[in-house]
């Protein structure tokens, strides 16, 4: 059973506050209670904090979108990360990508911050989420202050003066600059009324318009925040990322690592980029190329790599029982080698390289969430393979309700096409035309994004699989990195339905059932395509619904059931 205090508290660096949990009266009860039996001697000063930050950003947002539809995005839940331990956790670095916020404990401190600073906080960093840079971010959240009071920009400033995490400076340079950016003219926030066009600069996207005195004023707010953001990171990547040594602390390491492995034999291949082989079970006291390749491991980051690989372990020693002897294809085309972790078809093994894409595993530490995502990510991988090998299937008596589930799937996506307004069809047919849709045939719509959504069906059913072999946490985590937006990567509104269509899907495999609320309250999906009038919301929830008839049909034999939990210690 999902255990709410475990998985928002048991990562070291910080703590969670999950989309689900929070809104705009502030954290759920059931929050509250978790919350105040991890941290007894800050809960209720974080409460309050917490409380009254999310108060301000759901009415503040609410009401920016209300007045300045084109430049803001209005408020949606996310998964709140606090940070309480800058030296773990990376900056900018959000443990579910597309679905996060990211405070720090310091924010949410009343003697040193204020619910105005947390608020800015959040809306920063939503917009720097989407737009992956720090001078868009920046430019989009100027407007922000144009709708507030003297009062909240003061209490703002004051908080901000005393700020400690390690970007503060920027925000200490934003405090001092707010007395002219609340002189930027906005369309539609603080027009410029009767000041000449040609003294203007127009702001593209924040629709801000800044007069030439102002514009160096703006330039060099925008390099205090490009250098903040860089020397923030440069100082957490300068923590580990030394020069190898061979001090005794880090021989010492190997020399531990080493050993457990030869005692452990973990069932799991230590690679390097690229996948040549460092170690394996099969001759697990033969460690000499992993020595050369560990050279100047932390100690520290030893433990972690040990956590790591008893992971991969653990999920692959109850896969590995359950599965027995049966056959496996031993040429995939669904496992993708590559990504660090993943599955040796020809080999049954999972490889595990030591560089990973977040983080170096011979220097650091693994961020939070990454074991939980980790073994999510090894059943998953098995579930690819136990996909392609038949394992998870569609029993033949359950054939026919398979056809008949496709057939309607195709039908809603009719449906769809045929209610989209005029100002979209041109987009629409590109979109159709690029899945092999023929023109002047509506039952090929269907077919062509019926076809589109369940070419991702082998995701569907790894997952189906995976959940059988992963602790709740474990699926919690995966979820929350699947099921986000889409808005930045330059895909239609079709094309988005049909990836939305499989990925809510994911979200039986956790713990909260409730699939379209969780999805659409941490998706912008229904302001930006069912509230604009590209997609009425029945239509929407009917190609869902058809999408889970299609995905029920598939099963894992019942002769794959899990083990009792074992592995390597």
């Known amino acids: 059973m999902f255990n709410l205090r475990r998985f928002c508290f048991a990562e070291r660096g910080l703590f969670l506050v999950p989309a689900e949990h929070l809104g705009a009266d502030g954290c759920s009860a059931e929050y509250v209670d978790a919350h105040a039996s991890a941290r007894p001697e800050r809960a209720a000063n974080e409460r309050a904090m917490l409380d009254a930050t999310l108060q301000r950003y759901f009415a503040r947002t609410s009401a920016l979108t209300s007045r300045a539809p084109d430049s803001w995005m209005p408020p949606r839940r996310a998964n709140l990360a606090v940070i309480t331990d800058p030296a773990r956790v990376r900056p900018y670095t959000p443990p579910f990508l597309g679905t996060s916020w990211i405070l720090y404990e310091s924010d949410l401190d009343p003697e040193r911050s204020h619910p105005e600073f947390a608020t800015f906080q959040l809306v920063y960093f939503e917009r720097l989420a989407l737009l992956g840079s720090v001078r868009a971010a920046l430019l989009m959240s100027l407007s922000y202050w144009l709708d507030r009071s003297d009062d909240e920009a003061q209490s703002f400033a004051r908080a901000a003066s005393r700020a400690t ?51 160096p004023e703006l330039v060099a707010l925008i390099r205090e925040f490009d250098a903040a953001s860089r020397e ?40 390097e980029k690229g996948g040549a082989a460092l170690w394996s079970p099969d001759a697990p006291k033969d460690a000499a190329r992993l020595r050369a390749a560990l050279a100047g491991l932390e100690p520290d980051a ?24 049966q056959p496996l294809v031993e040429v995939s085309h669904e496992v993708e080698e590559g990504g660090a972790v993943y599955v040796r078809p020809d080999l049954r093994r999972v490889v595990y390289e030591l560089e990973q894409s977040a983080f170096d595993a011979r220097l650091d530490v693994a961020p939070p969430f990454h074991r939980a995502l980790l073994a999510a990510r090894v059943a998953h991988e098995w579930g690819h393979l136990s996909h392609e090998s038949g394992i998870v299937c569609v029993p033949n008596a359950r054939r026919d309700e398979h056809d008949a589930a496709v057939s309607v799937l195709i039908d809603r996506y009719v449906d769809v096409v045929r209610a989209l307004p005029a100002r979209v069809e041109e987009e629409a047919r590109r979109e159709l035309d690029a899945m092999g849709a023929h023109r002047g045939r509506p039952r090929s719509w269907g077919e062509a994004l019926a076809s589109t959504t369940l070419a991702r069906i082998g995701d569907y059913a790894a997952n189906a699989f995976a959940r059988r072999f992963c602790e709740p946490e474990e699926l919690e985590a995966y979820v929350r990195v699947n099921v986000r937006h889409h808005l930045n990567e330059g895909v239609g509104p079709l094309g988005q339905l049909v990836r939305h269509a499989i990925e809510v899907q994911y979200l039986a495999i956790g713990s909260d059932q409730r699939r379209l609320e969780y999805f659409f309250s941490t998706s912008w999906f229904v302001p930006v395509f069912v509230e604009s009038g590209v997609f009425a919301a029945p239509l929407v929830e009917a190609v869902f619904a058809a999408t889970a008839a299609v995905c029920d049909c598939y099963e894992v034999r019942a002769s794959v059931d899990p083990p009792d939990p074992i592995g390597v210690k």
Do not use: M
């Not at 000449?196 to 801000?208: K, M, Q, R, S």
């Not at 923030?232 to 190898?244: E, H, L, M, W």
């Not at 040594?245 to 880090?250: E, K, P, T």
């Open 232 to 271: 923030a990171d440069a100082a957490f990547v300068g923590r580990s990322k030394t020069a190898p040594s061979a001090s005794s602390a880090s021989n010492a390491a190997i020399d531990s690592l080493c050993q457990w492995l030869a005692d452990s034999a973990p069932s799991v291949v230590l690679a």
């Open 165 to 215: 995490r390690p970007d503060a400076r920027a925000f200490v340079a934003l405090a001092r600059a707010l007395p002219w950016i609340r002189e930027v003219f906005h369309s539609p926030l603080r027009e410029p009324g009767s000041v000449p066009p040609e003294t203007l600069l127009h702001v593209e996207g924040a629709n801000l318009l800044v007069p030439r005195a102002l514009q």
């Open 302 to 325: 030893a433990e972690s790599l040990r956590e790591d690989l008893a992971t991969v372990s653990r999920v692959t020693h109850k896969i590995e029982k359950a599965l027995g002897d």
